[in-house]
DNA sequence: CTGAAAGCGCTTACAG
DNA sequence: CTGAAAGCGCTTACAG
């Protein structure tokens, strides 16, 4: 074990500095002197040091992302994707669970794990990036999703606002009157989201209810399944509902199911994020899709730059190219 | 930026041997030393460099987890437990996706994250645990799942035998007779899912019909949803399914609910993961529930323990518990 | 192209 | 209880 830098150079009969030189891909070295350093290194089964050479560039090639949960399917897709894209690019990804907590959150930015860490992705649930400032994290961060980054941090992000306006425009073009929203409360997801809903109806010409508008608590199947018996039990309830996460149409369409209402033919239903869950599932469910590979892709990219020191004082805005799916949810 | 321990020290106007003592709990240190030197850290917002400890001590409290995917429901639950087991103990999880790639599993166990990593939690898929000896990895290393770990590591894992006994047994009381099972090929799992299979239906007096047996290539809704459509095309296709996980279980839903059959009516169903997105599907999935609260626990704890030098050379292999969960795919 | 040496920020015997 | 110093395994100016 612990065959370190020294011992190869030894065996190989050169320098560390030429080892290092080797390991490092620096250039000006005999194919000669490299074949013999490789030769060394294979016959050691020589692995670098990570923590020391971290220590002394004072770079580590690991970033972290830091999202709500990664048990919950969005973002195990996407923490997937991102591990992956990083992977390609020779770096490591420190996955942090905050539990959307303030504290956790405010951990993980604080901390930036003993300076370990060269940046990080980070989905803020209850930390509003408006109240960050590069102060905080002393490290290239990216943010995700709809919280505005209030022009300090570079951010990769879905147009939430024209998603929702797509979705509710395509229940109206089913001829639906009566387009119910799950999911508007709380999170700035969820005012974003509702914004878009509100627009399309506008230009239909149609007044939103605030009785068809629920909050949720959370974006589980649950709240879905709790929001969608409140609808029901509405003296006229909707023939269309858009939900503004899967999760939440997941849980809405099993509250149909037990109600043993027809979807799309009594009620159709989006959701949003496009897991793989909802492809499945039957009725299978229409809704807004991302490209989490361009925006995993795009995200690590982002990251890398910065952390070479490129970008300036000018932060990015990158937007997630989304589509429509349309399933039997909606479709028959 | 960058504070030391030497700047703490300085500040509080003693040694940084001193700084060290308050910073790792030592014994010995007057009350008013010990303030006096959390103030300076708290004034300087003064963080360790992990990278420093970790070089000097020889370990930096991370282990690493490697799972074939973590975009896979049962793995981003059973990723999200250990994740937060191992921050309860004040340990970081790097998540490793091997993709069930031979090449990855081995570059995980090898390179050990060069020596940062002080031990690893594997669920192996390519790579016989058999194979392994402890030199491949040179850091205490617990197994995951169904392939036996040959004596040589500790291992943690449901009783996948006795568990497909009970959900067979369970699809034999309701008294059906032809009953099908999913995902018998390629994987150990497979084996010994099948196993407990023949051996429900054998104390049962039922012989097995090879027929009703089929492989799966993978263990994803895709390859539930074949399964399930070759199974319907059979001259006399089977009242009940076991399904050797709840992905399979959910494809095949999908295939029986586009061919309009009745579940549990016409065909009754069982998985075996317990994954959030059953317990939501209507119908809902009866399903084998591991403790996977258990199970992250336990996995933590049991490296932890080797990782400070417990143990000695008796290998420990740890039986997560299992309860049949009863759902209307099979209770209407 | 290579060698000798300093230093990244810690922890830890070793003296006091 | 504290101080001065070595050393973990690298990378990198600095000379040659």
Redesign the interface.
Known sequence: ??TRLSDVAARAGVSVKTVSNVINDYPHITARTRAKVEAAIAALDY?????????RKGR?DFIALAIP?????YF??L???I??AA?RRGI????D?TEGESAAERFVL???????IDGIIFSPLATAPAKLTSADT?KPLVLLGERPAGGQFDRVAVDSVRASYDATTHLLSLGRHRIAAIGVGGTSTGAVRRKGYRKALKAAGMPHDPALELAATGYH?LDG?ASMRELLALPEPPDAVFCFNDLLA??A??TL??AGLRVPEDIAVVGFDDI??G????PSLTTISPDKEWLADNAVALLLDRIAGNGGSTHRDLTVPHTLQIRESTAG
């Open positions: 074990m612990a692995k670098p040091n990570v923590s020391a050479r971290s220590l580590s949960e990664m048990g919950s399917p195990a897709e923490g997937a994707a591990s992956r992977k490591t990804v420190l996955i669970q604080d901390g930036m794990r003993g300076q370990l002393g199947r399944a997941l849980g369409l099993r199911a037990d793989e869950d492809r499945y599932h039957s």
